[in-house]
């Protein structure tokens, strides 16, 4: 019985994706170089090693099997279908970063607290190191909501194309931190303590940045020095850290304290990304514009990087059209910007389609009769 109930919302689900991808054009660059994964209820990829000849056919495909996910290769391959992997003839790949949210307890419904923290992580990975670190410009960047949890961000350019696993490594190493070390950014020459400038680039200039903004915080000052109550004193630091004078007013275990902060300060710093995705150069990843099998959201890419103003529970809605009976499985949590109000297990309520899908799709419901 519980099959045949299970088989009714996947032939659902299933329905309302072949219709989203008859009706939406997805732009698919360079498609017939890639490799493709499909997947279904159970599993996000059943089936690879998926070619097609172009966006036509891709899209042709998706709409006839309308499978509930979709990945493609950041690799581009000469025969994207050959087996095994050393066949397809790699031509180079994309540089993808995957975010996902935080781990915490908000389980199979990611919270808005959650879905916060992994935006401005995106943010962060784009303005704080891409852009200004690796020199890429904005038409190189791409970003779009996963689908589920997190956020992807790709660089399409020459400059990467051909980098191999361990470089690929390394910029994911420098983005997350690894090896940062006080001593290699601090040091001293008789009394004084020279560092980083706020001008600087890489992980020096973001560390003086953010210890001056950190400073007008009352709590932080004092616990750097008592001088620092005093206004006068504060603006005296301040001023020799923009030339990169880390101590002109006399701090007491000044090296100490530093450091101190820099180890407490590191992880803020660091962009947190999943490194393997970076480092691998044959990965599958969702394709943008695609549907995700889990949420029944829209994997939707982001126009001109404005991840701000996004929010995926609203923006990332697939089917606006409609409404359908269900009933609640388990207990269900409000949803801020697809599921209005908590249901108990058990209840049933026509509510609209994208609600329906989403809870359907994470099977915390099923069609009611």
């Known amino acids: 019985m519980a099959g045949e109930a299970m ?46 000849p172009g966006e036509a056919e891709l899209m042709a495909k998706l709409a006839l099997e309308a499978p509930l996910y979709v ?10 279908s050959a087996r095994p992997m050393v066949r397809k003839g790699w031509r180079g790949a994309d540089l993808v970063f995957d975010l996902d949210a935080p781990e915490h307890s908000c389980g199979k419904f990611t919270c808005q607290e959650c879905l916060d923290k ?36 790709h660089v399409k350019s020459q400059a990467v194309e051909q980098l191999d696993r361990s470089a690929r490594r390394e910029i994911a190493d420098y983005i997350a931190g690894t090896g940062l070390d006080f001593d290699r950014l601090f040091w001293e020459d008789g009394k004084k303590l020279f560092g980083p400038k706020p001008s600087d680039g890489g992980y020096g200039g973001k560390f003086a940045r953010e210890y001056l903004r950190r400073l007008d915080d009352e709590e ?30 006399g701090i007491a275990n000044r090296k100490r304290k530093l450091r101190e902060k ?24 969702r394709m943008p514009n695609s549907l995700h099998g889990g949420s029944g959201l829209c994997a939707k890419s982001i126009p001109s ?11 990332a809605q ?6 359908l009976k269900i009933k609640a499985a388990e207990s269900i949590p409000e949803v801020p910007g697809i599921v209005p109000e908590k249901m108990p297990a058990g209840k049933i309520a026509e509510v609209p389609q994208a609600q329906a899908a989403y809870l359907l799709c994470k099977k915390a419901a099923v069609l009611a009769d």
């Open 305 to 315: 990087l404005k991840l701000d103003g996004f929010e995926p529970m609203r923006d």
């Open 318 to 323: 697939a089917f606006r059209q409609g409404s």
């Open 71 to 80: 990945s493609y290769s950041v690799a581009y391959y000469q025969f994207p």
């Open 220 to 249: 932080f000052a004092q616990q750097i020095s008592r001088k620092l109550s005093k206004p006068e004193e504060k603006a005296r630091l301040k001023s020799a850290i923009q030339q990169g004078n880390w101590d002109n007013i």
């Open 118 to 153: 992994v935006k401005q992580d995106a943010i962060k990975l784009i303005e704080d190191f891409l852009l200004p670190d690796f020199g890429f410009s904005k038409s190189e960047l791409s970003a779009n909501f996963s689908g589920g949890r997190g956020y992807h961000v």
């Open 7 to 52: 088989g009714k919302e996947e032939a659902h689900v299933r329905k309302l994706f072949s219709k989203y991808y008859s009706e939406n054009k997805i732009a698919m660059p360079s498609a017939h170089m890639r490799e493709f994964g499909f997947g279904g209820w159970d599993k996000k990829i059943e089936f690879r090693h998926i070619a097609v």
């Open 262 to 285: 820099f180890e407490e300060m590191r992880l803020t710093l660091a962009g947190r990304i999943d490194a393997n995705v970076t480092a691998d150069i044959t990965k599958l990843i």
